[in-house]
């Protein structure tokens, strides 16, 4: 095997055998059971705890109508949970009983001269607000009810009355997808910015770990005798990414395997997400290129930069401009999902260290043509090329120098040992 | 033969190796000397091409030495570095294979050097169990694994217990006899003189003294003289051809002109009383780098 093959073979392995390694996937990989599982996680409990007996018990006091057994058909519709019972005693002494738990909520019911229905509704907190809606609306209904018994009106009438409009969105922009496509590619893109955020972030900063390290055990002084730095750097890179391709495939198969063995129905929820017919395939694809470029861009700044730091310890801070414009691209990309046609969201999709994920949103959200993105493509690799030759330069010369100063002027003087003085 | 030619090496406005010139043939043990920072690593890191050169050539066997050659030199640094969590086969095959080496044969030469070194059993620990100057040893099997025509040890016995000094002194004389040309740096005189037919001493990044080290003595011309006497020696420095005096108890060490003047003292010293030691020795590398350099080596 030559020695490109073997760094690589060896930043992989040691990264996979690693324990860390193990307790990442391991956890990653049971959020995402357990995402996909989502609804059949909760209805376990639910299941269990709340439906059978413990219903949300509501007391009924009225003063001159009588409505109670028309409120409690009216609810049953509504929300199976609510139990309502109407209030025998007086309203202090049913209050009374509210406080000492007897039952969960007071309803007291009143109707004024105009045929208005007064209620309120009375609980020991307001976090279950779910039924005083659905006692609101119950109570609505049969307001309308009563004043079309008083009118005259007729079934049909009444619901002629309550029909609700039809309002749809488009836009007549070609470019713009419409709304409900809108809708659909955001989940999708959101999920992908996430994760090439959360990768390029994590494997580049195991490559500056995995540099500096090797570095501070002066290891490396014997490495770079024997193997071109340009080669080194690179194998690293490919050798760590394809560790973060090993964790996402098998977090793609779980997730996959997962999805089809649940019990869950495939609407709603994280399936929403995943609606794989409008044109989400090449959302994905263009996911897996955009990865690719960031990971490689910022792995390559990552390498030369743990190759100035003598002590790990060192590491946060040299490594953080490239933090900040992880950062920022992640931030650009998120604003970039609501309004992915500002002015500033088409600029920076050309700045190659934004390209990745601000540019992979544009794709994502918006029909643009394809220069556009191949252009950012283009410029990205072109930096990645240069980076790599340059970052070659300051590798060799900063991995010689040993001290205790970190910062960025050091890739100055990291250049200077490395290059021919004439 | 390794050729060092008018090699200059400056950071900024700091000339760390000044035209140096050496030449060092085949199957020859170098010894290269000088107090830290005298410019022994940057003048080894330019020959293995770690750094270029500001001016002058550096050749082995008439080509250069670069990535192409790396399989056939062999190279200890001076700041010991190994993977601390990596066993001691992996890691050892693992450079050995980064030097070409195929990982039979390096597994193979493991065990044979660990045997050697008396420490079989070092095999599958990891690197961070063990002592400094055991590590050491396999620093220095990693540099030799791969059996390279041309070995750059910089400071090899720094750290050691001279138990295992000898052990490592052995193997490179061993490894001499083999052939293989081997420069090394010290800042020990004694290891040098002992072990070195030819050697370059290099002060503020300028060889001050270079050539074999017979030779080198017998050019010094000086010599050392012991006397140890029952009566007190008097005016030993107003004689003449004496250039130093060192009192010691019941005795001095005097540093002189040439050889003839020790018969002159000694036809002075004789009807004094008696002398229970007069011997006249070669003068010490270290002494020969005091007079060059002006300054005291350690």
Redesign the interface.
């Known amino acids: 095997m030559n020695r490109f093959g073997l760094i690589l073979t060896k930043s992989y392995m040691n990264k996979i055998k690693a324990k860390s390694f193990l307790i990442t996937t391991i956890i990653f990989t049971l959020v995402i059971i357990g995402a996909t599982n989502f609804q059949s996680i909760t209805s376990l409990f639910d299941g269990e705890g709340g439906e059978s007996d413990e219903k949300w018990q509501v007391v009924v006091y009225e003063e001159d109508t009588d409505i109670v057994n028309n409120l409690s058909g009216q609810t049953a519709i509504l929300n199976t949970e609510i139990e309502i019972t109407a209030g025998d005693n007086s309203r202090a002494e049913l209050e009374e009983q509210l406080e000492n738990g007897e039952f969960d909520a007071l309803l007291s019911v009143n109707m004024t001269e105009a045929g208005r229905i007064d209620a309120e509704y009375l609980s020991a907190s307001l976090t279950a607000n779910a039924y005083s809606g659905d006692l609101q609306t119950a109570l609505q209904t049969i307001q309308s009810n009563m004043a079309a018994n008083r009118l005259s009106l007729s079934a049909d009438e009444l619901a002629t009355l309550n029909m609700p409009v039809s309002f749809s969105q488009s836009a007549y922009v070609e470019s713009a997808k419409s709304a409900e496509e809108l809708d659909q590619a955001r989940g999708l893109v959101y999920v992908l910015i996430f994760v090439i955020y959360m990768s390029v972030l994590i494997y580049s900063m195991m490559i500056a770990t995995e540099v500096a390290t090797e570095k501070s055990s002066r290891v490396m002084e014997i490495l770079i005798s024997s193997v071109p730095p340009i080669q080194q750097i690179f194998a690293k890179i490919i050798g760590i990414g394809l560790v973060g391709l090993t964790q996402i495939f098998i977090w793609a198969t779980v997730g996959i395997i997962s999805v089809n063995l649940s019990s869950d129905s495939l609407e709603g929820g994280i399936y929403s997400l995943f609606d794989f017919t409008s044109g989400s395939i090449s959302t994905i694809i263009y996911g897996i290129v955009f990865f690719i470029l960031g990971y490689f861009l910022y792995a390559t700044l990552a390498a030369f930069l743990g190759s100035l730091v003598s002590r790990t310890e060192d590491l946060q801070q040299v490594l953080m401009p490239v933090n900040i414009l992880i950062v920022g691209g992640a931030m650009l990309a998120f604003y970039g999902l609501a309004t992915p046609e500002a002015g500033f969201i088409t600029i920076t999709s050309y700045i190659p260290f934004f390209t990745p994920l601000v540019m992979f949103t544009r794709v994502g959200m918006l029909n643009i043509p394809l220069w556009e993105p191949a252009l950012a493509i283009l410029l990205t690799v072109l930096s990645i090329l240069v980076l790599g030759w340059f970052g070659a330069k300051v590798y060799r010369g900063g991995v010689l120098m040993y001290g205790n100063s970190s910062s960025l002027k050091d890739i100055k003087q990291a250049v200077q040992l490395s290059k021919k003085e004439k | 033969m390794l050729r060092i030619d008018n090699v200059t090496k ?3 406005d700091y000339t760390a190796v000044d035209q140096l010139t050496l030449s060092i043939p085949k199957g020859e043990m170098f010894g290269f000397l000088g107090a830290n920072g005298a410019g022994k690593t940057t003048t080894f ?1 330019m020959i ?1 091409g ?5 001016g002058g050539t550096i050749s082995w066997n008439g080509e250069s030495i670069g ?1 192409h050659t ?1 399989n056939r ?1 062999g ?1 200890l ?1 001076e ?6 969590k990596m066993k001691v086969k992996e890691q050892v095959v ?2 050995a ?3 070409g080496m195929d990982k039979k044969d390096a597994e193979k030469e493991l065990t044979g050097w660990l045997e050697k070194f008396n420490v079989p059993e070092y095999e599958n620990k990891r690197v961070e169990e063990l002592s400094k100057g055991n590590q050491q040893k396999i620093q220095f099997i ?2 030799v694994i791969h059996k390279p025509d041309l070995l750059i040890l910089d400071e090899p016995f720094s750290g050691l217990d001279p138990v295992n000094v000898e052990l490592l002194k052995k193997a490179v004389s061993e490894l001499k006899s083999q052939g293989v040309t081997i420069v090394f740096s010290s800042h020990r005189m004694e290891h040098v003189e002992e072990l070195c037919e030819s050697l370059c001493i290099i002060h503020r990044g300028s060889p001050i003294v270079q050539g074999k080290l017979n030779e080198i003595k017998r050019d010094f011309g000086k010599k050392n003289l012991w006397i140890k006497a029952d009566f007190e020696l008097e005016d030993l420095e107003a004689l003449p051809g004496v250039v130093k005096v060192k009192r010691l108890i019941g005795g001095a060490e005097l540093q002189i002109e040439n050889e003839e003047v020790s018969q002159e003292i000694l036809s002075l010293l004789q009807p004094k009383g008696f002398i229970r030691q007069f011997s006249l020795e070669e003068p010490s590398l270290n002494d020969i780098f005091i007079e060059k350099a002006g300054a005291s080596y350690e």
Do not use: C, Q, V
């Open positions: 400056t950071f900024g890191r293995l770690l750094i270029d050169m500001t990535y790396s030199i190279y640094p700041e010991r570095g190994l993977y601390p693992y450079l294979r980064l030097r990693a540099s």
